[in-house]
């Protein structure tokens, strides 16, 4: 049993936010499936537009805020208890909607799998 | 964008807790590289020992009390943000901490991959 605890990471400045990622971690290379890092986003702060080519789910564990896609034009409530699911090329930002507390989140990402399909796809045609 | 949330979850009774597994949600399979659960453990409550050739990440989204590695004899406290990585075959529990609050986290699970070390192997022989 290994724990990854939030409050002793190491975050550095990355999006407009504070993030802690894994690779600090040891054994976890090779070991997971995916990618990982802690997201912190100050109070009344938000993220800087963001967009890569893996798919993302981000896990909220304290706060609210929301999160938006830029693609698609949707913005959702979210706290506590609710993630996100991101595909591939999708433009998206998180927007703490607190003046006092943090928006903490767990973003885990990897490269589409061979075969899946993106639900988004008609969407993510590169903008003239 | 496509959002998971616990509070609205389809939830049945697993573990000596309350579970929903995430094959609920259209649209999940073959696109995510683990499978995964949310987990409820009401107040006051425990999960029963659970043991699986799966590794499993765990998410605390909510709540507080410990997590314990029958395997190890490790036990330590967990609250939000704060993830725990149980190896392949680790037993393991979760005993909610509070007698008023449940404790909700993200189980997510994979196979281990192909020439991944596992930590704890040596601790691992079966027990006789």
């Avoid at 993302?56 to 913005?75: F, I, M, N, P, Y």
């Avoid at 595909?87 to 928006?103: A, T």
Wanted: hydrophobic share 35%; net charge negative.
């Amino acid at each position: 049993m290994q724990l990854f605890e939030r409050g002793s990471a190491r975050m550095t400045a990355e999006y407009g936010i504070q993030v802690g990622r894994w690779e600090q971690y040891a054994g976890t290379e090779g070991r997971l499936p995916f990618g990982a890092m802690w997201s912190v986003v100050p109070p009344g702060g938000r993220t800087t537009e963001d967009c890569h080519p893996e798919q993302e789910l981000a896990v909220v564990v304290s706060g609210e805020g929301e999160v938006e896609s830029v693609t698609t034009g949707d913005r959702r409530p979210v706290s506590g208890g609710i993630a996100a699911l991101m595909d591939s090329s999708e433009r998206h930002i998180w927007h703490n909607g607190s003046d006092e507390h943090p928006l903490v989140f767990l973003s885990i990402y990897w490269m589409p799998l061979p075969g899946a399909a993106d639900a988004a796809a008609p969407d993510l045609a590169p903008r003239s």
